[in-house]
């Protein structure tokens, strides 16, 4: 049986409703554990251009709004929650198309509204593949497929909800309950992302690896001489 096979056979909720985590924290997770454990438990935050943009290109879509076009109904800030993830969140778009194949059955695509060009992204593809697990454990129903829709470049991005992808989500969600319930913010590690994030100079990963560079050759340097003089 495959994973998406498993997962709408499951009935039996994991998480209570007031358990359930933001769904878009797993895109701050996947970007890096730190940033997500600042933000959420911490509740450390400061907007930059790229997160200023990221709310300003959803503006539109996190309106609730129910339209017909052709065969396909359009519904946007669609509420969304999992209880087998233990998330709770708004899809940007959901569009509901008709199955030509089947003729009369209605196949839910999730669309992800995000700033910048066309790009892959995991944290991106991970947080529309919760979108497609919520909407399949609401609606009992297979979703196979959605979007992302890259604003700069007004191109979409088709995403497969593979068995990968999916275990992917599943482990992000687990992630971030573990980290919640915990509260235990990792250690900074410096990356090349660092430079593009809004935390960086309240994290200074930079510092907190030199610190722990430094910390480790003082260790190295007492135990050397612990054993000269043993
Ligand atoms: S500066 Fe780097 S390590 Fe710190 S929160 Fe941002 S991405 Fe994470």
């Not at 969304?80 to 569009?95: C, F, N, Q, T």
């Not at 454990?137 to 470049?153: D, W, Y």
Request: with cysteine; hydrophobic share 35%; net charge neutral.
């Amino acid at each position: 049986m495959c994973l998406q096979e498993s997962t709408l056979l499951q009935n039996s909720p994991q998480y209570a409703d007031d358990e359930l985590l933001p769904l878009h924290y797993l895109n701050d997770l996947l970007f890096c554990e730190r940033r997500f454990a600042l933000h959420s438990v911490e509740q450390i935050w400061y907007d930059n251009r790229y997160t200023t943009e990221g709310i300003y290109a959803h503006r539109r879509v996190d309106q609730t709004a129910n339209l017909k076009r052709g065969d396909t109904r359009r519904v946007t800030g669609m509420l969304l929650a999992s209880y087998s993830l233990g998330l709770i969140g708004k899809a940007d778009l959901v569009e509901f198309r008709t199955d030509d194949s089947s003729g009369a059955s209605v196949q839910p695509y999730p669309v992800d509204f995000k700033r910048g060009k066309k790009r892959r992204w995991d944290n991106d593809d991970v947080q529309l593949c919760a979108q497609a697990m919520c909407l399949e454990e609401m609606l009992k129903q297979p979703v196979s497929l959605g979007a992302i829709f890259h604003i700069n470049s007004k191109q979409r991005r088709e995403v497969v909800f593979d068995d990968r992808l999916r275990q992917l989500t599943t482990d992000a969600a687990a992630r971030l309950h573990e980290i919640f319930r915990t509260q235990v913010t990792p250690q900074a590690v410096w990356k090349s992302r660092c430079k593009g994030c809004s935390l960086l100079e309240t994290c200074m990963p930079r510092v907190w690896g030199e610190q722990k560079a430094a910390t480790e050759y003082l260790s190295g340097l007492l135990f050397a001489s612990r054993n000269e003089q043993g």
